[in-house]
Structures are given as C-alpha cells and as structure tokens.
C-alpha cells in the first residue's frame, strides 16, 4: 500500500485540531506536525492489531495512528487503544474524537495520574504500552521511570514498550537519562528492541533544537514483572515537570463552557494532591 504523504498530514492536522492547548508547567510541550505523521505510522506498525496503552498523550499520537488507519492512509494499526492522563481535557478530547473511529479502532480514555497506583482493571491488560513524559533533565530521569513503570504494569508477560524522551548527544543528562531508563527496563526485564535516534522536534521555545528518540523495549523476562502497584513516593515527585517544579497537582479538571465565546484562555482547574504524613491519600 502506498504511503500517501498529503493524505496523512491532512488526517494528522484533524487530531491537532482536537487537542486542547498545552500546558507547559506540566511539561505538555507538542511535537510537530511532520513528526507526528512519522511517530503515528511508527506506533501503528509496531502495534498492529494489539490492544494498546498509552500512559499519557498530549501530543495525540495514540488518535494519530487511529486516524490513519481510519482514514485508509495506511492498513494496520492498534486493535485498541486505551489513554490514561492526568488532564481531563485530553481526557474529553480524545473520547469526543475516538466515537467517531468507532467501530474501526475501539479507543477509551480515563483520568489517571502516575504518582497513584495503577488501578487493578488496567493491571496486566495490554500488549503494548506508549510514553512520552517528561524528560526528567532535573530528577535524574526519575519523571521517566516512573511512567515506564506504570506501562510495566500495565502489559502482559510478552509486551513491547514505546518511550519517547530527549535525545542530544551534546547534552550529557539526556543520554543519562536515556542510560538509566535501560537499567531500569532491564530491572523490569526488558531489552531495547530497537532505537531511532533524534526522530522528533517540538513547539518548544527555550531550546528549539532538543529533539527526541522513539526507544522500543521488548519484555524478555517475566519472571521480573512487577505484581503490585503502590503510589509513588513523595521524593520522586521533586522536580518531576523541572527545576523547582514538583508534582503537586493530581488532576487537571476541564471547566464548563456554557458561553464558549467569552470564556478566558484558562478553561481548567487543577486538583492538588492529598498528603497525609508524609504519603499520597
């Protein structure tokens, strides 16, 4: 089949329409469009016909490979896809937009924040998972553990893994990071399947030129799965979205529009996380 390039850019340009405006304190910083049209095709073509997680997606990758496959750009894709995100905008979005996939692609989204743990009904349900967290340039990495981790969680024995973080060989703490996610992985059993170095750029204004990897893990080892999920601990979650910036919000809460026309820009409300002697409740 060939690969219609307009054709794909045009059905990526209908998810960019979807998605709601990124938040940059929480580190949603968008990849550009020519990008995701590259990582959308990736995803679909690793995850052809497996039921997918996605630990967060700002970015509408999951939608984008949906949308392609939906649209004919392309004929294999996810079998499902389930979204799980802190922010109830892309929450909405994602189901508002995945009703109109259905029933080619079933795709279901729900509120979820990492630093809780992961809920049973999603423990050891998908083939694969997808992230893209923040990078962790101020928490050794930490930010993307911990999203791995819950993809871990979230797959069965045989699953592959997609992680999507900074790629600079010129930046030292970006290949730590990258360093010390493979540690982890292989902690969890896995092993990098695959790399594609320096794949992707982004709307990002302080430094335009960091791009990102797209690093495929396969599951080698079951016997190292994790087989329960507890929140994270409060020292992980310093510096989780950068310098001075800790994970203190639980959810971002989307606001009712009854007059979408003299609403203000901030159409959201964020939800602090409880704690109580020194744990998350």
């Not at 060989?169 to 990071?177: A, N």
């Not at 360093?179 to 695959?194: F, I, K, N």
């Not at 797209?214 to 190292?224: A, E, M």
Request: proline letters at 5%.
């Amino acid at each position: 089949m060939e690969f219609d390039l307009r054709k794909a850019t045009n059905a990526i340009s209908d998810v960019v329409q979807n998605r709601p405006i990124p938040l940059r304190e929480f580190d949603q910083i968008y990849m550009k469009v020519a990008d995701m049209v590259i990582q959308a095709e990736y995803v679909a073509r690793v995850f052809d016909s497996k039921d997918v997680v996605f630990v967060g997606d700002g970015d509408g990758i999951a939608l984008s490979a949906a949308h392609l496959k939906a649209q004919n750009v392309i004929n294999y894709g996810p079998k499902s896809i389930t979204l799980l995100d802190f922010d109830e905008r892309i929450v909405n979005s994602v189901r508002r937009f995945g009703e109109k996939l259905y029933p080619k692609i079933e795709i279901s989204a729900y509120l979820y924040n990492v630093a809780d743990a992961l809920p049973q009904k999603h423990f050891g349900m998908y083939d694969g998972f997808h992230i893209n967290p923040p990078w962790g340039a101020s928490n050794s990495g930490e930010s993307v553990i911990a999203f791995f981790e819950r993809g871990s969680q979230a797959t069965k024995e045989k699953s592959l893994g997609i992680v999507v973080i900074a790629d600079d060989p010129d930046l030292m703490w970006t290949q730590e990071v990258l360093r010390d996610t493979q540690r982890r992985a292989l902690e969890l059993g896995y092993v990098v399947s695959e790399l594609l170095p320096q794949l992707h750029s982004y709307h990002l204004d302080d430094a335009p030129d960091l791009r990102s990897c797209s690093c495929l893990f396969r599951r080698i080892d079951p016997s190292l799965m994790e087989t329960t999920s507890e929140p994270l601990e409060l020292a992980r979650l310093e510096n989780f979205y950068g310098k001075n910036s800790p994970l203190r919000f639980r959810y971002v809460r989307e606001r009712t529009r009854l007059n979408p026309g003299r609403e203000s820009d901030q159409l959201y409300i964020l939800e602090k996380l409880e704690v109580n002697h020194g744990r998350l409740d």
